[in-house]
Nanobody, 125 residues
Framework: QVQLVESGGGLVQAGGSLRLSCAAS????????IGWFRQGPGKEREFVTA????????DYADSVKGRFTISRDNAKNTVYLQMNSLKPEDTAIYYC??????????????????WGQGTQVTVSS
């Protein structure tokens, strides 16, 4: 049974930083691309970033480019999302997602088969 568990969310002031973690179990972690998505109040779930199976390729939404960094440790079955220079508009529930298909599809919700339960990030102004 595949499980993805996010952690590290919380309340932070604008300009601050948080590091989210996504711990995976029940899968061959190194065979899965991982994505982070977020869903703000009253908004649709949107793509934030993704990382390929081996970690050599990463992609970011324009809104977070230069501020967020995704990384993975396949030995620990964990993906990290370092978020710096946070803005109030980054407030959302952040979800990690996993899928075995090719990395060519990464920005749509349907590109991922497995999802975590989400972790809340709140950025105050």
């Amino acid at each position: 049974q595949v499980q993805l568990v996010e952690s590290g969310g919380g309340l932070v002031q604008a300009g601050g930083s948080l590091r989210l973690s996504c711990a995976a179990s029940g899968l061959t972690f190194s065979s899965y691309k991982i994505g982070w998505f977020r869903q703000g109040p009253g908004k649709e779930r949107e793509f934030v970033t993704a990382i390929s199976r081996g970690g050599k390729r990463t992609d970011y939404a324009d809104s977070v480019k230069g501020r967020f960094t995704i990384s993975r440790d396949n030995a620990k079955n964990t993906v990290y999302l370092q978020m710096n220079s946070l803005k109030p508009e980054d407030t959302a529930i952040y979800y990690c997602a996993a899928d075995q298909r090719y990395y060519s599809g990464i920005q749509r919700v349907n590109d991922y088969a497995y999802w975590g339960q989400g972790t809340q990030v709140t950025v105050s102004s």
